[in-house]
C-alpha cells in the first residue's frame, strides 16, 4: 500500500520510538510490503532482511500459514477474557510451548511483549519468595549493559545507560553484575569466549553484601542481543546458575531475542545446557506478526502461588490481552512452521557457514571485532573520535542503499537474518556490509 500523505508534516503525528525523528522525518526509509527475505520500499526496492525485523521474524515474511491462521481465529473468535474464562487457542499453544522447552518448564503466563514478559518474570520472583514466606527476598539483580525491555523493572535491572538516565529514581534495591564484554582477551573469538567466567563469581560479592535472604532474582540475557551481541564467556552461565541454586535466588533467563531458534535450539537455555527458573519470550513466538510474550516458568515457581482456598487463589496480574486468541492462533502457526520446516535444525546447519562469512570482514577497514553464535553475528568499528555510533549508522544508511538492511547498536553492526535465508543470501549479506565498510569514512 503507498503512502498518500507525501510531505515531512505529515510524517509528524506517529512520534517514532528508538528514532531520530527529525533526521527520520527529512529522508524517510519506508517499507510497504515484505515476502519471505525481502522488504519491498516505497521506491519499489527490495532489501534484503539481515535482521529478522527486530530479531523476530524468524521464519521469514508474510508466511501464508501464518497470516490465513489470524484470518480464520479473527472471523472465528475475535477476542475472549483469560480472567475467568478460557479459549482453546491459549492452552493448545501453551503446550506447544511446554512440549519444546527445556525439561522441567512447565508453565506459560502470556503477555504482548519482551517488556511485559520482563516485568511479569521480576514481580514472579519477588511474588515467589513471599509465597513461601521469604518476604525479604525484594532484591534484583541485573547486569551492566543488559536490555530488558523499556518499563520501569527492565530499566531498572537494565543496564544501558541511556534508557535509564532520563527517567527518574527507577526500582529501588538493584544491583548489577558487570557486563562479559573483555575485548582485549576475547575480539574475534568465534563463538562462545574463553575468557570471562570468573565475572560470575561477582554475584557472590553482592550476595555478600545484602544477604542472601533480601535477594530474588537475578535476570540476564544468556547472550545479550540489542546491547551489541555480547556472548557468555564458557562457564559463565554455569556458574551463575551454581551461585544462584546455592544460596535459593532465582535465575531469569531473558530470552527475548535468543527464543524460538536463533541459535539453533528452542531456546539458548538448552543451547547452553543451563536451565533457569523462568525465562521471558517474545517476538519469535508469533514470527513478530501479532504482539505477545510468554513467560515461561518451572513448575515449582507456579506451584509456589496455589496454596490456600482453591477459589481465592490467583495470581494478581495479567493484562487484558493476555493470550488473546488471534495471537494464540499465530503463534500456533508459527510454531507449527519452525516445526515443519526444520527451522531451528536450518539455523544450526548454516550457523558455521554463517560463521565464517561473518569472521571474513576481519582486516576490512574499521573493523575492531567480530562475534557470532547461531544465526547472530556482530561486527563492531571503530568509534570516529568524538561522535560514537556515527560511523555504524552511516553504514546502515549506505547499507539501505544497497539493498541490505542491518541493525546499530552505537558503533555495533548487529544482524539476525530469518532463519530462511540461503547461504546466497549471507553471501549477499556479508559480501554488501565489505562494499560498505571499503567505502565508509
Ligand atoms: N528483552 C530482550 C532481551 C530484548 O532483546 C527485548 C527487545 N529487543 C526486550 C526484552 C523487549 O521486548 P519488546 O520490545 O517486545 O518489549
Redesign the pocket.
Known sequence: MALDRKTPNDLNAFWMPFTANRQFKKAPRMFVGAKDMHYTTAEGRQVLDGTAG??CCNAGHCRPKISEAIARQAAELDYAPAFQMGHPAAFELANRIIEIAPEGMEHVFYTN??????ETALKLAIGYHRARGEGSRTRLIGRERG????NFG?ISVGGIVTNRKMFGTLLAGVDHLPHTHLPAQNAFTKGQPEHGAHLADELERIVALHGADTIAAVIV?PM???TGVLLPPKGYLEKLRAITKKHGILLIF????TGYGRLGAPFAAQHYGVTPDIM?T??GLTNGVI?M?AVITTAEVHDAFMQGPEHMIELFHGYTYSGNPVAAAAGIATLETYKEEGLFERAAELAPYWQEALHSLKGTRHVIDIRNEGLIGAVELEPIAGTPAKRAFDAFLKAYEKGILIRTTGDIIAMSPPLIIEKAHIDQLIGTLKEVLDTLE
Open positions: 527486530l530479531w511483549s519482551g517488556s511485559e514478559s520482563v536490555y530488558h525491555g523499556v527492565g540475557e545479550s542481543g540489542s531473558d530470552e527475548v531475542i521471558t517474545a517476538k504482539p510474550g
